[in-house]
Structures are given as structure tokens and as C-alpha cells.
């Protein structure tokens, strides 16, 4: 179907990451124009606006979100099981799995580098004003609180790393994209995926195989489920959009322009020049094919702001585009829509830094190493849903002494710089999955 798809998808009409990518434009536009000309005596958007953003235009959002995030943690068990049993080698799946890591590190550590650096060299956090950060403070203080009290339940990293092995694999899938497992979540649900893989390649065939074919029949309901969701992906993702943009306008980012340019700058630095030079030397690949043939990928990851719900489009991108190994391939993005978010990373140093600038709280070298261990060892805990990496801020600004409250300051421009950092994300997790497969490709 998906090849019939794509055979005849020129003759009737445009691809479907053009029709995202239109649903994008015209959701921003829209937005953008109906808070400028929608607005009161008082200067702010009519009710009738904000009726309308939120009670037409981010449900209709939310519905498509909710049908993606309803099969993923069917399609991450499924996925990971398979992957890992048909490795079927105990020793090369140990091998795949420390190349992935290896890479993960390695994107990681490049991405609070040039986060830090950015930070350093055009210091955004010294151009915003008293009056500029008052209002934002003022604006955004009750969603800071939330954020706050957020962080103050999280766990230490020996917690964290004992709570990888659920004790509950059921209760931990059940609270995995909200929030509310008593453990680690999605980690844990890919945990006991992977033992439960393992164990499927050790008892005899005759009595795995069965097993298999239940799981493989799951991922294809599943697969052919999302396909269905994806055709509303250029009407959900335009509301998402316009919900944003029509209440928000454009002061929020004008107020905080220095710090969003300065993101954007290293998340494009990481994605077409890292990514980019992995891809040449590791891959083997041409970039520029490497970005067209992911395209779609792309902009469903800044379009919902989740790794999570992009996960199905990737994994059938790269089976059908980059024609990586389907083993390779259901590994390393699996386990990086969660454990791999190095533009995340980029993100939440560049964040701490700024706010650190905002509140003059002068870093020295040391205080920004730790920065950069927090920040890489915090995207790997990253929840892989929107907004998923701002407890995590606060811990870091609680650790070197900045006002935890600053968080209210990023509020505005965070759906912005959280839909740039998910592309980053998944890209990365493509990459990774690219250069994995060549590396195993030539080890044989």
C-alpha cells in the first residue's frame, strides 16, 4: 500500500510533507494575522479569539495528537521486540547497542559544546530589559510554578538508573506519555522490550515463532492505524499552530528575539553542519539527499512537538527512503525517541545560560562543565511529549544557584523552540540510525 502510495502520489496531488508543510504556513499565518487585527480597546486579543484558539483550533490539534500518542507505546514494545529478536545474536545486539551509545555521546556532547559557546560569544541574556523581563515574569509566573513543582518530584540519578527495570512494565506503558508512572516511564517500557526480545531469541523457535507473528501483526495494525491518522496531519498540525500564534502573537519573541535567535542559530549549526558532516564521513551518504529523502519526518517533528508521535513516520521513512536495515533501523529509533534528544541538550544549556545572564550570576569554567553534563545526562531523561524538558531546566538552574522562577522568562517562545528542538531530536535519531548501519554494514 505505502509503495502504491508514493508510486502514484505525483499524479493526484501534492506529497503529504508538502501538505504539512502548507498546514504549517497557513496555521502561523492565520494566527499571526488574527491577533494582529483581532484585538480590544485594551490592545489584547478579543475573547471571542481565544474562545476560538482554544476550544476550536487546539481540540482539533489535540485530536490528531491523541490518535498518534494512542498506538505508540504499542508501536515501541512491538518494535523494540522484534528488532531485538530478529538480531537474533545476543553479542551483536551488545555491539549495536554500544555503537548507538557511542553516537548518542558523541551528537550530545557536540550540541551543549556549540550551545555554550553561542551563549558565551553573543550573551543574549544581557540584552533583555527589567521592563521586558518583569512582564514575562508577570505573564508566564503560574505555568513557572507548575514547571517548579514539577522538578522538586524528581529523582536522584541513582533512583533514575535503578528505576530503568520497572517493577511494574504495565503501570509503567500506562503512565509513560503523561507522566505519571511511579518509575521511569517510556525507558522502562523499552527495557522490558528488550529483555522480553532477548528471551525470544533464546527459547527454541518452534515456540518463539508464533510469538513473533502476534507482535509483527500488532505493528502492522498499528502502522496501517497511523497511516490513517497522518492523512489529517496537515489540518491538525495548521491548528496546533494557529491555536498558538493567534493568542501569543509576536511580542513574546520580539521581547525575547536575542535568546530564540541564539537557540535557533546552534540547533541549525548541530543539524545541518554535525548532522551533515556524520552523515559524509560515517554514513556515507549524501546530506543533501539525507535531508530531502527525511523531509517529512522533519516536519511532522516540528509540527507536533513530540518524538514520540513522530516515531511511526520515521521508522517508515527510513525503511522506505534511506532503505536502512529494519533491525538497525527499529533499535536506534525506539530507543533514541527517548534516550537520544541532543537538541534537547543544545537547548537546555543555551537556556541556562541565558537565564543566568538575565539574573547577572556570573558561571565560571567549572560551573559550565556541570552545566554541560547536566544538560547532556538531562536529554536522555527527557519525556519525548511537548514541553517535556522544562523540569528538568529548573533542576540545572536550581544546581547552580539561578532563580528557578527565571523559567517564566522562556514560557512564550518555548512551542517555538520546543517544535525546533523535537526536528532536531529526530533527525538526530535518524542520523544515528544512518551511521549504525553502515557501521554495521562494513563490520559485517
Not at 544549556?349 to 556570573?362: P, R, S, Y
Request: charged share 15%.
Amino acid at each position: 500500500m505505502d509503495s502504491e502510495s508514493q508510486s502514484h502520489g505525483p499524479k493526484h496531488g501534492l506529497g503529504l510533507h508538502w501538505k504539512i508543510l502548507i498546514g504549517l504556513a497557513v496555521g502561523a499565518v492565520a494566527g499571526i494575522l488574527c491577533n494582529r487585527f483581532l484585538r480590544g480597546i485594551d490592545g489584547k486579543p478579543v475573547e471571542q479569539l481565544k474562545f476560538f484558539a482554544d476550544n476550536v483550533a487546539y481540540p482539533l490539534g489535540e485530536i490528531f495528537l491523541r490518535l498518534i500518542f494512542m498506538v505508540v507505546v504499542p508501536l515501541v514494545f512491538c518494535a523494540l521486540t522484534l528488532g531485538v529478536a530478529e538480531i537474533g545474536d545476543v553479542r551483536r545486539l551488545g555491539r549495536l547497542g554500544g555503537r548507538t551509545l557511542i553516537m548518542t555521546l558523541l551528537f550530545s556532547t557536540a550540541s551543549v559544546l556549540i550551545g555554550l559557546a553561542l551563549a558565551n560569544t553573543l550573551q543574549p541574556g544581557k540584552a533583555v530589559s527589567a521592563e521586558a523581563t518583569a512582564m514575562l515574569r508577570e505573564r508566564f509566573a503560574s505555568q513557572a510554578n507548575e514547571k517548579i513543582s514539577k522538578a522538586r518530584e524528581a529523582k536522584t540519578p541513582i533512583q533514575t538508573i535503578v528505576e530503568i527495570i520497572p517493577r511494574n512494565p504495565l503501570q509503567e506503558a500506562v503512565g509513560a506519555l503523561d507522566g505519571s508512572s511511579p518509575g521511569s516511564g517510556m525507558l522502562g517500557v523499552m527495557f522490558f522490550s528488550l529483555c522480553f526480545g532477548i528471551a525470544l531469541t533464546i527459547i527454541p523457535p518452534e515456540r518463539s515463532r508464533p510469538v513473533i507473528d502476534v507482535l509483527q501483526g500488532i505493528y502492522d495494525a498499528v502502522m496501517i492505524i497511523i497511516g490513517a491518522a497522518m492523512r489529517f496531519a496537515p489540518i491538525g498540525v495548521a491548528a496546533l499552530i494557529f491555536s498558538i500564534t493567534a493568542v501569543l502573537g509576536l511580542q513574546f519573541f520580539v521581547a525575547l528575539s536575542g535568546y530564540v535567535i541564539a537557540v535557533l542559530a546552534g540547533l541549525s549549526i548541530h543539524m545541518f553542519i554535525v548532522y551533515s558532516l556524520a552523515i559524509f564521513f560515517i554514513a556515507g551518504r549524501s546530506p543533501v539527499a539525507f535531508f530531502r529523502d527525511i523531509l517529512e519526518v522533519m516536519l511532522t517533528a516540528f509540527g507536533t512537538s513530540s518524538s514520540n508521535a513522530t516515531l511511526p513516520t520515521a521508522l517508515r521513512v527510513v525503511e522506505d527512503k534511506l532503505h536502512l536495515d529494519r533491525k538497525v533501523s527499529h533499535f536506534v529509533l525506539t530507543i533514541g525517541s527517548t534516550a537520544n534528544q541532543n537538541g534537547t541538550a543544545l537547548y537546555e544549556g543555551m537556556t541556562v545560560l541565558f537565564l543566568a545572564q538575565v539574573f547577572g550570576v556570573n558561571l565560571d569554567w567549572y560551573q559550565q562543565f556541570t552545566v554541560v553534563i547536566l544538560s547532556i545526562l538531562a536529554g536522555v531523561g527527557t519525556a519525548g511529549v511537548p514541553g517535556g524538558s522544562l523540569p528538568l531546566v529548573v533542576l540545572v538552574l536550581q544546581t547552580i544557584n539561578v532563580p528557578p522562577e527565571g523559567i517564566a522568562l522562556i514560557m512564550g517562545v518555548d512551542r517555538l523552540l520546543d517544535m525546533s528542538r523535537t526536528t532536531v531530536n529526530v533527525v538526530g535519531d535518524i542520523a544515528v540510525a544512518a551511521c549504525v548501519d553502515r557501521w554495521e554494514r562494513t563490520s559485517g
